[in-house]
């Protein structure tokens, strides 16, 4: 059983940071890939970046240059660094960490960037 905890969304300014972290309980085995997923009202969830605790990132273009993930692996946490927010990057981010095959979920974190 994993547990996946979120947390450092919030509302800010088009222009503006914000980091996400996610805190990983339970059992958790390597390999494991965590990321960071969206999903605006009306659309799917998509992926936004992962990186797996051998340090390979992935980036979907839409983020790739103004968002940066990177992860304590002592700590089970993944962080989510977001700069230069626009309104289009608004939405629930989820936390997700793969594993044997499994996919764990968070519960998700509003992320609103007003205009």
């Known amino acids: 059983q994993v547990q996946l905890v979120e947390s450092g969304g919030g509302l800010v300014q088009a222009g503006g940071s914000l980091r996400l972290s996610c805190a990983a309980s339970g059992s958790i085995f390597s390999p494991n890939t965590m990321g960071w997923y969206r999903q605006a009202p009306g659309k799917q969830r998509e992926l936004v970046a992962t990186?797996?605790?051998?340090?390979?990132?992935n980036y979907a273009a839409s983020v790739k240059g103004r968002f940066t993930i990177s992860r304590d692996n002592a700590k089970d946490t993944v962080y989510l660094q977001m700069n230069s927010l626009k309104p289009e990057d608004t939405a629930v981010y989820y936390c997700?960490?793969?594993?044997?095959?499994?996919?764990?979920w968070g519960r998700g974190t509003q992320v609103t960037v007003s205009s």
């Open positions: 990186t797996t605790n051998f340090g390979y990132t």
């Open positions: 997700k960490l793969a594993q044997r095959g499994t996919d764990n």
